[in-house]
């Protein structure tokens, strides 16, 4: 038996799923999680010793690679000064300044400790600052596990949402509206006889929860529209586009600005930080300037702001972008190449560092109906394939990939011949 059976066996026995967030028990590929003694770069090494070529870089945030060394030296001396204050420091100022630079929409910010936390805070925050209830959100959206996102589409365009985790409360759910990514038209139509009620659209400008989806053309211009007709607040969660797609994410990448943005993942440069903000209007609302109340212990945490400054440095320099949309691309184009070769039905998308691989005839995915018709047991044998081939991509067929510029080109070499290899047995 495996460090890692073994392992995975124990931690059943005290964590639930023995992991502490369930994508990571492998549940939708099958098979066992391995369990990651260290990182470094573009790798992975698990207890067994095993070393994997790393796509899902702790589902985002290691856009760098893992332990950058400035990053960890960042941190050593921070934690020196301190761990927690509870009181406010220079960094959580130079932070929010920094965010401010690259995101010029994000006029004020509050920091939070995760992704959950910010877009939980963003729409109390909407709904505090327009008097309204229903909120709308995409299917195939994750923004987190707030109890208003718990919540699936009913059985009609118009009709009251369902939780769609037991604990959240049916009088809540409904509240919730669930639409369909790209669909523009539904949109205008839910707005034209609901319009008024609605406190908030919140979407991930590229859907990196059912794998990789860009906006088509359009689509978030017709949100910033509506919002604007009816005074809805336009909620961009940029928890994983932020950084990613763009220096100044999506919002700069398709020149739409949102009323708010939620952030996460790169801007703690992988300690657990979140954040929100946008127009000063909405934001001076929030207390203690305002009513709507929110709050945190750990909120603005040295350590955390050290990690996250570092890492708004690194990504500034010059050429950055460049290298990760290349390492990007070279990988995608690889492996679809690959795929053709193979004769298989293959296709994939990219949005700067960030990449879809979907097994399917279509040539092109942009809604949730296409990314669900995916043949999703050949995407598991491929999952395990490239596992077993020391190549690490996520255990689902619905997230999204994540690059960094820590992979050098023989790394994407490596994991291009280890896909050829994989797609000539799944043929
Ligand atoms: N929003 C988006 C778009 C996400 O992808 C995630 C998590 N992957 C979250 C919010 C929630 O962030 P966290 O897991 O840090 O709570």
């Known amino acids: ?149 718990l919540v699936k589409a009913g059985s009609g365009l118009l009709t009251f949402g369902q939780p769609s985790s037991p604990g959240v409360p049916a009088e809540l759910a409904q509240y919730t509206l669930t639409l369909n990514f790209n669909d523009s038209a539904q949109v205008r139509e839910v707005f034209a006889a609901r319009g008024y009620e609605i406190a908030c659209i919140i979407v991930e400008p590229v859907c990196g929860n059912m794998n990789c989806i860009p906006p088509v053309p359009g689509f978030l211009a017709s949100l910033r529209e509506v919002c604007d007709e009816y005074g809805a607040v336009l909620i961009f969660d940029e928890v994983m586009t932020g950084f990613r797609v763009a220096r100044g994410g999506a919002q700069a990448l398709y020149g739409i600005k949102p009323d708010l943005t939620t952030l996460g993942k790169i801007i703690g440069g992988g300690m657990p930080v979140g954040a929100f903000g946008g127009r000063r209007e909405i934001m001076s609302k929030l207390s203690p300037l305002g009513a709507v109340y929110q709050a945190g212990t750990l909120s603005g945490n040295p350590i955390a702001m050290a990690a996250g400054l570092k890492m708004m440095e690194i990504i500034s320099r010059e050429g950055f972008y460049p290298r990760l949309n290349a390492n990007t691309t070279k990988l995608v184009q690889g492996i679809q190449a690959a795929a053709d070769e193979a004769r298989l039905p293959f296709t994939t998308t990219q949005v700067g560092g960030m990449f879809g691989l979907f097994f399917t005839t279509e040539p092109q995915v942009s809604s949730y109906q296409q990314a669900t018709a995916c043949d999703i047991p050949t995407f598991n044998r491929f999952f395990h394939g490239l596992l077993e081939r020391g190549v690490y991509l996520a255990p689902s067929a619905f997230e999204a990939g994540f690059m960094s510029t820590a992979h050098s080109e023989e790394d994407i070499n490596t994991t291009i011949a280890a896909a050829r290899e994989v797609f000539a047995l799944l043929r």
Do not use: C
């Open 1 to 149: 038996m495996s460090q890692s059976e073994a392992l995975f066996q124990q931690a059943q026995k005290t964590i639930p799923g023995g992991v502490n967030s369930p994508v990571r028990a492998f549940r939708g590929v099958g098979g066992t999680p391995r369990f990651i003694a260290r990182a470094e770069g573009a790798y992975l090494f698990d207890v067994d010793g095993q070393r994997y070529i790393d796509y899902i870089g702790s589902w985002g945030p290691m856009i760098a690679g893992h332990a950058h060394p400035e990053v960890v030296e960042a941190v050593r001396e921070a934690a020196l000064l301190g761990l927690s204050y509870g009181a406010p420091t220079a960094q959580e100022v130079q932070m929010a300044e920094t965010i401010n630079d690259i995101m010029p929409s994000m006029e004020m910010l509050r920091m939070v400790s995760s992704g959950t936390e910010a877009t939980m805070s963003a729409i109390r925050l909407a709904r505090g600052f327009t008097g309204r209830n229903v909120i709308v959100k995409f299917e195939g959206g994750y923004h987190g596990h707030g109890d208003s996102l």
